[in-house]
């Protein structure tokens, strides 16, 4: 936990798509500070026609490198969510060579209840975390 989902086009290769999982997840160490094994993430990728990320009318382009993050997490300071996206970018340019006009980023809060890691219990109301 976090929980973060990775939406892009098909066709990269295995490396390429570890190398950004661990990218993000450097980015996520560096801004959220969760322990370095607390890392899920998942990777959905999608023909280019079932793929459309536009900009809101900001005038961001976007590539066929563009890939859409999604975190669910437990409520995170501001402050921590705006070096999250800072940090992610810096990341995925530096590592992967993706722009930052091609990270799109929406971040879902829930609370304690809301996780069960396995066994059938909440972790965070047990105790176990």
Request: hydrophobic share 40%; proline share 5%.
């Given at each position: ?71 669910t ?21 530096a ?11 929406s ?23």
């Open positions: 936990m976090p929980l973060m989902r990775f939406d892009v086009m098909e066709g990269r290769s295995k490396a390429e798509i570890t190398t950004l999982l661990d990218a993000a997840h450097r980015a996520m160490l560096t801004a959220f500070k969760v322990p370095a094994r607390d890392r899920y993430q998942i990777v959905h990728e999608h023909p280019p026609e079932h793929f459309i990320v536009q900009d809101t009318g900001l005038d961001i382009p976007r590539t066929h490198n563009v890939v859409v993050v999604t975190v997490s437990r409520p995170r300071t501001r402050a921590m969510k705006e070096t999250f996206y800072a940090e992610l970018c810096r990341e995925l340019k590592s992967c060579g993706i722009e930052a006009s091609d990270v799109m980023v971040i879902v809060t829930n609370t304690d209840e809301d996780w069960s890691f396995g066994h059938g219990r909440g972790q965070f109301l047990t105790g176990e975390l």
